[in-house]
């Protein structure tokens, strides 16, 4: 009886500590970076100030480069897909931090200055996922170098270098 009750128990366990990996990102790989296209929307985000106002509702690589021109209306940013231990992970949902890092910005209208911003993004295990940047305003065409970091639970995962430059 006490042997079948520490079976059972090192199932258990067995169970409960495969379960609390699945759904972890062990990589991330970046499969495309440069200058991108695509429909935008509005972000489904939740109201907080570093939240990024909008997103591209699909990506389309127009040119790899990591030289970009500070113009108007210029996204950048990368493809990347993130697995997890197994390929049983899959298709499971997981949440990552990104971070984006640049020159000093001043927002004309707040006064502020800003050398960078920080978001979280849900994605998807062993999806190519699209995050970046988009130029929106003048006052964020700061030539110098640009860097979006991808992490999950405090782990940096992924990271890539920009350099805007004048057009």
């Not at 695509?38 to 790899?64: F, I």
Request: net charge neutral; with cysteine; proline share 5%.
């Amino acid at each position: 009886m006490l042997f079948r009750t520490l079976i059972s128990v090192g199932f258990l366990f067995f169970i409960c500590s495969g379960s609390a990996l699945a759904g972890g990102v062990t990589s991330i790989t970046i499969v495309d970076f440069g200058i991108y296209s695509g429909k935008v929307a509005p972000a489904n985000t939740s109201d907080v100030s570093d939240q990024p106002k909008k997103e591209l509702l699909y990506a389309t690589l127009k040119r790899r480069t990591d030289g970009i021109p500070a113009k108007l209306k210029t996204e950048f940013g990368v493809e990347y897909v993130a697995l997890g231990e197994d390929s049983s992970d899959v298709g499971t949902r997981a949440t990552i931090d990104l971070k984006i890092t640049h020159p000093p910005i001043k927002d004309p209208e707040t006064g502020e200055v800003s050398s960078g911003g920080s978001w979280n993004k849900k994605i998807i295990l062993g999806d190519r996922t699209y995050s970046g940047y988009g130029l929106d305003t003048p006052w964020e065409l700061v030539p110098g170098i640009w860097t979006l970091e991808i992490s999950y639970k405090g782990k940096l995962m992924a990271t890539q270098r920009f350099i805007l430059h004048r057009p």
